[in-house]
Each structure stands twice: as C-alpha cells, then as structure tokens.
C-alpha cells in the first residue's frame, strides 16, 4: 500500500509529493486556516460513522480530503471524483498502488455521473472549496443526487465559501484585511492560482492534463455563494434529518448535514 506521508517518486520521475505539498501551499494562501477545517471535518467523520467509514471524496481534486482521511484513519476507504484532469493526475500519482482509494472521472453537472461510482452508498459524502464553482440551481439539484448516496446515518459535509450578505461593513473590513495580509505573502513567496497553473503547464507529466483541463473549465468558474441557510434548508428539503455548521471563519463555512 501507499504511505501518503512518505515522499516518493513515480518511476517516470515525477514527485507527487512536491506537487501536494505545492497545491496545499497555493491554497492556504488563499486560505490560511484549511487544515483547521479539515481537522473538524474528519473529528465529525470519526465521530458519526466509526474508525472505518466508506467516503466519497466530491470534487476530491490532488486528493486533499483523501490523504487527511487515510492518516487519521487507516481503515477508511474513500472514492475521489473529479473532472480535471490535471489535478486527477496529481491523486493518482500520490494514490498508486493504494487499494484503498478508487478514482472516478465525472463530471458533476451530469445527471448520470451517480453511476460511474463503484459503491451505491457511503458513510461519509466530503468536499471543500468546490462547489462554489456551481449556480444555486444545479448545486440544489446535486445535493438531492448526494441525499440518495448517503446510507441512514450518513453524513455529508460541505466546507465552502458561504457569504453573509446581511453584514456587508464586516465582510468589506475582512476582505480588504485578507487581502493585505495576501499581499504580505505574495511579496514573500507565495504563488497564488494562476502561478500554479503556469507551473504545472511548463512540467512535462501535467502540461497535457493541464491544457484539457483548460479547455473543460476556461480560466476559472464562478458560481454562487449562497448563505448557511440556504445550504442547510436545501439539505432539509433533500432527506437530511439535521444540518447545521460545525466550524466557520469569516468568509468559510463547514456545514454537516445528517441523514
């Protein structure tokens, strides 16, 4: 099996390992707090569905979720599904040869994409920073899709931008505070979004992952952010019994929906 902290190097001499460690760097720019929410969110997996839960990682792309999972708990299983192809390269890399982890390519909007998966129902339906790239409409229609994959006490978990509009004096004087300190980091190194697909355009394994992946999503899509509520009455009016945040931040909040 594959030790997903252990730093290896596939025999076509790509590192996986720099490649994570260089997309969790990227992200935390943008989010300096993302390892608390996925400490929160795997203390709520082990929590509802035991030391060994069958998960669906939703939009799972280098396999964030997937490799905090597997270190904290050794005896889960989990199925990633994505549609870029690039980031479904970098999982597969780091996950080969790992019988725990299955990989799907899908794509969400699909109406069929339920049925590319190897499993009818999970313990545990997990995702982050994703589903804002989906409108209200078919992100609604997704979770009735996700409602029919979580088994009776299953859980689902979104951790996602979810914007306060009713506060808007807060939310300027975050932003404009975010986005110095982003600044800060910037100056001192970091490489946001469109740095790291340059980089990973110019390496020889992803440059062709990384232009179908242009060619899929453009530049990058913008979908809706609707409110905690509206994420926990959708979740209600889809068969989830209970459905409220169990960690937030200013601008972010990780919603738990029971079934």
């Not at 807060?170 to 800060?184: D, F, G, K, L, S």
């Not at 453009?218 to 019994?241: I, Q």
């Amino acid at each position: 099996m594959t030790d997903t902290n252990t730093e290896t190097t596939a025999s076509d001499g790509t590192d996986w390992a720099a490649w994570q460690r260089s997309w969790d760097r990227q992200q935390e720019w943008y989010m300096p707090d993302r390892e608390e929410r996925f400490r929160i969110m795997l203390d709520m997996v082990e929590a509802l569905a035991g030391p060994t839960p069958r998960v669906l990682d939703l939009a799972c792309g280098t396999g964030t979720i997937t490799a905090r999972l597997l270190d904290r708990l050794p005896g889960a299983t989990s199925t990633g599904v994505d549609l870029d192809p690039a980031l479904l390269a970098i999982a597969g890399g780091t996950f080969a040869g790992d019988d725990r982890v299955t990989l799907v390519a899908a794509d969400l909007k699909d109406p069929e994409w339920t049925a590319r998966l190897p499993h009818g129902s999970y313990d545990a339906v997990l995702t982050a920073t994703a589903l804002h790239w989906l409108h209200s409409e078919p992100l609604a229609a997704l979770y009735g899709q996700i409602a029919g994959l979580v088994r009776d006490g299953g859980v689902f978990m979104n951790a996602d931008h979810m914007i306060d509009d009713s506060t808007p004096r807060i939310n300027a004087a975050e932003r404009a505070q975010r986005h110095v300190r982003m600044e800060q980091a910037k100056a001192a190194g970091a490489v946001d979004w469109a740095q790291w697909w340059a980089l990973a355009a110019q390496d020889p394994v992803l440059a062709g992952p990384t232009a179908r992946r242009f060619e899929i999503y453009g530049e990058h899509a913008e979908g809706d952010t609707p409110s905690v509520g509206w994420h926990a009455r959708v979740l209600r009016e889809h068969g989830f019994a209970e459905a409220r945040p169990v960690w937030c931040s200013p601008t972010d909040t990780l919603l738990l929906a029971l079934k």
